[in-house]
């Protein structure tokens, strides 16, 4: 009886450690937004260099 008893305290003690491991796998995962059903984040189009000023006259040498 002690050795059945010991066996679902051991395997209770697994199965809430599997469920806590689980959720904060998948907690960190929500937040990162890499779970599959989570939508992609729009693409901004980023041009290089574009909003820099430009000088209106090019310095001669």
């Not at 002690?2 to 051991?10: C, E, Q, S, W």
């Not at 809430?16 to 937004?33: E, F, H, K, P």
């Amino acid at each position: 009886m002690n050795r059945k008893r010991l066996l679902i305290g051991i395997g209770a003690v697994v199965v809430v450690a599997l469920i806590v491991v689980g959720s904060w796998t998948l907690y960190d995962a929500w937040q990162l937004g890499v779970l599959p059903w989570q939508p992609e984040p729009t693409r901004i189009v980023v041009t290089p260099f574009a909003d820099l000023p430009t000088p209106s006259v090019t310095p001669a040498n």
